[in-house]
């Protein structure tokens, strides 16, 4: 087997085992990213000196036996809204197109600490404001099942980098499915852990209460390892979670017997893809017959949830984006008559469409007259949404359904009309209004031979059931 066919976990056991090594796989990732990344553009920067420097230090650690675990010597990608220290970090944005964070995020210092090797930043819709890769300042990312095709996004570039073979796993941002839809999208797993597993120490915002950091890998024992490396409690983060279960490797069982798996109605009906519903029946029919229990249901509340989440992510987005001005960091204009002018024309300049559109949305929610009208009232309906959660996991253990109503749609269908863009995150957007765990696993392709992925939910704190459950679907 080929150095870049392999798996994260099964590279490090080739690795600890002599048959290569940290510098050789991370020079065989560099050579498939400088053949295939030029038509693809999953990466906006590549760090090919500072990689392979990374990869001599840990392959003299593991030498001496100071690293031994599941990532010890995989390199890995980064997305571009995670801050690394030294390393280009522009949320894809020409307002950041050149700020070099003094630190790197606490999600990526724990990769590194795992021994994992860090080869660039991935691609993105800028500030995480998208779901097709195409609102980048450099660039669309292609989708690598069929170059015609988005990968899907916001973590698009890490999604694809992946199922591209340009790095063996990778870390994506999910505020509402920017990870789970381009997985899906990509045929690769994809993990939205519980709000506040992961810290957001490094992440640069869009709306502080939705995001959260996960993994993006080849399969499901790669996405328990890449999890289990980065859940830790930061005291940098106010929301970082203090839990004691984060063994999540140790889920990887093959076994379902007796789970109850709820499929929403709602979920099965109007807009979604005929060939998208076949294959998400399969797969419930799939883990029946291993022994989980499957039940169809109604969720109530699913409709209100795309207008609940674009109020409150616009909001936030439009309080954390008001520190772009042009004088601490990043863009500003070249001509100006005073202060405000410059402010004025930086952001004008320096901001994507798409984020200036949701930034006028934003403001417009939280001004006066409006705040009672839309943002407390969204508020009230995410609070509505979590009940219904609660309710549906008083009867099931997990979730089951489709990410997204289609497969990947071709570049530029979905930027001419934003309103289609938004509506396809409905199956995603509920959970991190929830804050629950969701993961998306590949269950199959459509007549374009696109992929389709499968979304299992959870409970607050129930990672380890999903992971069983998808590890025990994805070894049929």
Do not use: W
Request: glycine share 10%; net charge negative; hydrophobic share 40%.
């Amino acid at each position: 087997m080929r150095i870049t066919d392999m798996t994260a976990v099964s590279l490090a056991a080739a690795i600890r085992e002599g048959k290569t090594t940290a510098v050789e796989a991370t020079q065989a990732m560099l050579d498939r990213i400088e053949e295939e990344d030029k038509q693809l553009n999953c990466y906006v920067t590549v760090n090919k000196e500072g990689a392979l420097r990374q990869a001599a230090r840990v392959q003299e650690k593991i030498e001496k036996g100071e690293l031994s675990g599941p990532l010890a010597g995989v390199p890995m990608a980064v997305k571009d809204n995670l801050c690394t220290e030294g390393i280009l970090t522009t949320c894809a944005s020409r307002i950041l197109h050149n700020f070099v964070p003094t630190y790197t995020a606490e999600a990526v210092l724990r990769l590194q600490e795992a021994g994992a090797v860090i080869l660039g930043k991935t691609n993105m819709d800028e500030f995480a404001m998208g779901s097709t890769t195409e609102t980048s300042a450099y660039g669309v990312t292609r989708n690598p099942h069929n170059t015609d095709y988005v990968p899907g996004g916001s973590s698009g570039g890490s999604a694809a980098a992946v199922a591209a073979g340009e790095c063996f796993c990778a870390l994506g941002s999910d505020t509402g499915g920017s990870i789970r839809q381009p997985a899906s999208y990509c045929g690769v797993v994809g993990m939205k852990p519980t709000y506040g597993t992961v810290s957001r120490y490094g992440l640069i915002a869009y709306g502080s209460s939705l995001d959260q950091i996960g993994p993006l890998t080849k399969d499901v024992r790669d996405c328990a390892a890449v999890l289990e490396a980065i859940a830790s409690h930061d005291d940098k983060d106010s929301t970082s979670l203090d839990r004691q279960d984060t063994d999540f490797t140790k889920a990887l069982v093959e076994d379902v017997r007796g789970m109850r798996i709820g499929i929403p109605n709602d979920y099965l009906g109007a807009g979604l893809d005929e060939e998208v519903k076949d294959a998400i029946l399969q797969a419930a029919r799939v883990l029946e017959a291993q022994g989980a229990v499957v039940e169809r249901f109604d969720l109530s509340l699913v409709e209100y949830a795309i207008p609940a989440y674009y109020t409150i992510a616009a909001a936030e987005a439009s309080s954390n984006l008001e520190r772009y001005d042009g004088i601490k960091y990043g863009y500003r204009t070249k001509e100006y008559a005073g202060l405000h002018h410059m402010y004025k024309k930086s952001r004008s300049e320096g901001f994507g469409e798409e984020v200036k559109r949701r930034i006028m949305l934003g403001s417009f929610v939280l001004s006066s007259g409006y705040y009672d009208a839309y943002y407390l009232k969204a508020l009230r309906v995410k609070a509505l949404i979590k009940q219904a959660f609660d309710k549906a996991f008083m009867r099931y253990d997990m979730i089951l359904g489709p990410v997204a109503p289609t497969t990947a749609p071709k570049l530029g269908e979905s930027l001419a009309d934003p309103i289609k863009m938004y509506l396809g995150d409905i199956y995603t957007i509920a959970v991190n209004l929830a804050g629950l765990p969701a993961i998306s696993v590949p269950c199959g392709q459509d007549s374009k031979g696109l992929p389709i992925g499968m979304q299992l939910i959870g409970d607050c704190f129930q990672e380890k059931k999903l992971l069983q459950a998808a590890y025990t679907y994805e070894v049929q």
